[in-house]
């Protein structure tokens, strides 16, 4: 089946979702009159209530969808004043691909390329055409590589793969605003997902099939070699941009900071690590996919790039960043349009480093600071007291909540790790050591003297009580005030945390939750009485909302706030938690109540874990 007739059937069958929509409407009615030709009185109605709610949800998804346009255009628009080179590149390719030159081109913050068409009368007359470009896409390619990846999506334009793009975004958002709202148990849904998943089969075939298509321009505007080259550096480059955004930039955002510069720290990091990212372009790309994938395997792709017939063409090794003048403004200018950093601080990447950094550890130490001054019956505790702890031989009954498998004497040996976090930070907090920010590895702790600072083995005196005397002394001489490591969050925030498990309709003291489970602790959502959507309801609200804003909102129980667990029934699962201001929570599922994957099977587990370091 050719390209076009697979679109035209996938087109067809968008067309045939709404009908199939028409013809449920029709049968709900001719159903309604034979009810009340037939039937009189409460039974007639209660049927027919059930028979208009069934397909009600059907047809708000589907009226939705049809009312709902397409999001405005996203991304920086670029000029041709702002990058001629790179316009003119465009326009060159455009013309060797056979097609209009995309009026807007538009860069992004990710790792992709595409291209879109505003087309009208169902697809017969085009429309206006944009070309996404991704800022880290244009950091790691070469010249040749870039031409390439514009060959490919403008040969999308060329074998009119746009036309038809608004069409189908409608359909499938009608799909999925339709089968969102249809329950599990609602027969006129099922039909649907039926469909829908028809629908799916036909279009990823259809999209596999043009993919291979614009790969055979981009061998003809770009030569084999670098089509081969952007299939291999394509992993490379998103392996790169999530490792960078997930060590460099996440957790400093996270703790209220933000970058000055985001792509040019990429940038400045994938220049200092292209030796270790070298073998990852060895590694052969994956040759397997599915019927439900979008676009083929890569090793799929290189296999018949190499099949074509060779395209003589000179070689162009240059950074792309050259047909970009200006790429440090245009960087800063897309961050801008792409982050929303709200009011935190905006920091040099060396400040943003250091202030990260410090900022985790802290909440680290709070963490543990919490535990001792419950330990101790205080309001709050810090470095000191932890000490007094360990000179008083009592470090143990605090080292046993963090190494619940071991005892007590072996607990506070193992203390020696925390310990060294606890030092470091009040060393920073001191200022006798900082952060060094490095974009080959990771920060390094250092003194003034800008000399590596290792305080392993005061650490390791720290929790012994012979010792502790002279960890003091050893901390004295180096300049570290004790005082100067002490809690800040007094009370446990949920930041950071990831969500784990959730349950609709659960009894929390008699009450109806929906209760979420983070890896930090529990947050109880008032929840409505009826068990029904329950799913889609959790989905909604963990889609909306990160855990830590959940937190803020709702009620928040840490489990280092729990002393004790215990589960009273397992299915469906009814237990008690005991807190530490000696009140009890007593949690009861519902055999009704819907949850998202296994998370009974989480809760109790989470339930035996608490049960477990108590007892210790």
Do not use: C
Not at 368 to 382: C, P
Request: proline share 5%.
């Amino acid at each position: 089946m050719s390209t076009t007739l697979r679109a035209a059937v996938s087109v067809a069958m968008l067309v045939g979702f709404y009908v199939l929509g028409l013809l449920q409407l029709a049968l709900v009615g001719w159903l309604l009159y034979e009810i009340w030709t037939h039937m009189h009185g409460a039974g007639a109605a209660k049927l027919s209530w059930l028979l208009l709610a069934a397909v009600g949800a059907v047809l708000a998804g589907l009226w939705r969808a049809i009312r709902t346009k397409p999001s405005e255009p996203d991304g920086l628009l670029i000029t041709p004043e702002q990058a001629p080179e790179l316009w003119a590149t465009v326009r060159e390719l455009a013309t060797a691909a056979g097609t209009r030159a995309p009026d807007e081109i538009r860069l992004e913050p990710m790792v992709n390329a595409a291209v879109s068409e505003d087309a009208r009368l169902l697809g017969l007359l085009g429309g206006t055409r944009r070309l996404y470009l991704g800022m880290p896409l244009l950091q790691t390619f070469t010249v040749d590589q870039l031409r390439a990846v514009l060959g490919h999506e403008l040969g999308h334009y060329s074998g009119s793969h746009t036309r038809l793009g608004a069409i189908a975004y409608r359909g499938r958002l009608a799909m999925y605003e339709t089968l969102s709202r249809v329950g599990r148990y609602n027969v006129f849904g099922w039909v649907f997902k039926g469909y829908g998943r028809l629908y799916r089969l036909v279009s990823n075939a259809v999209g596999r099939r043009q993919e291979f298509e614009a790969d055979e321009v981009a061998v003809r505007v770009a030569g084999a070699d670098a089509a081969v080259g952007v299939m291999r550096e394509l992993p490379v480059a998103t392996f790169a941009w999530n490792f960078y955004f997930g060590q460099y930039v996440a957790q400093g955002v996270e703790l209220g900071y933000a970058p000055d510069d985001i792509f040019g720290g990429f940038g400045q990091m994938h220049a200092a690590r292209t030796e270790a990212l070298a073998g990852l372009r060895d590694i052969e790309p994956d040759d397997e996919t599915s019927v439900w994938d979008t676009h083929p395997a890569l090793g799929d792709r290189i296999t018949a790039i190499r099949a074509l017939p060779p395209v003589q063409h000179t070689a162009d090794e240059r950074p792309a960043t050259i047909l970009l003048p200006n790429v440090d403004e245009l960087g800063r200018a897309l961050q801008a349009e792409a982050f929303d950093f709200g009011d935190r601080p905006v920091l040099p990447w060396a400040e943003f480093t250091a202030a990260s950094i410090t900022a985790a550890r802290q909440r680290g130490a709070d963490r543990i600071f919490r535990s001792t001054a419950r330990l101790l019956g205080v309001q709050e505790a810090g470095l000191a007291e932890i000490l007094d702890l360990a000179a008083d031989g009592k470090l143990g009954k605090l080292a046993a909540e963090f190494f619940p498998d071991a005892t007590r004497k072996e607990a506070a040996l193992a203390f020696a790790d925390p310990m060294d976090d606890l030092i470091t930070l009040a060393a920073v907090h001191s200022g006798v050591v900082g952060y060094q920010h490095s974009w080959s590895g990771p920060a390094q702790l250092v003194g003034r003297d800008g000399q590596p600072a290792d305080f392993t083995e005061i650490a390791k005196l720290a929790v012994v009580p012979e010792s502790v005397a002279e960890a003091r002394a050893r901390l004295g001489t180096l300049g570290i005030q004790i005082e100067a490591a002490r809690v800040v969050e007094s009370r446990a925030t949920a930041g950071g945390s990831d969500v784990i498990g959730a349950m609709a309709n659960v009894r929390v003291n008699d009450q109806e939750t929906d209760l979420i489970m983070l890896d930090r602790g529990f947050v109880f959502v008032p929840a409505p009485k009826g068990t029904d959507d329950g799913e889609k309801r959790l989905k909604e609200m963990l889609s909306n909302n990160d855990p830590a804003t959940l937190a803020q909102i709702y009620r928040y129980l840490p489990y280092e706030e729990v002393t004790g667990a215990r589960v009273l029934k397992p299915v469906p699962i009814n237990a008690e938690v005991d807190l530490h201001d000696g009140s009890t929570v007593r949690i009861k599922a519902r055999w009704t109540g819907e949850e998202l994957g296994k998370s009974q099977d989480t809760l109790e587990k989470i339930l035996n874990r608490l049960n477990e370091r108590a007892g210790r």
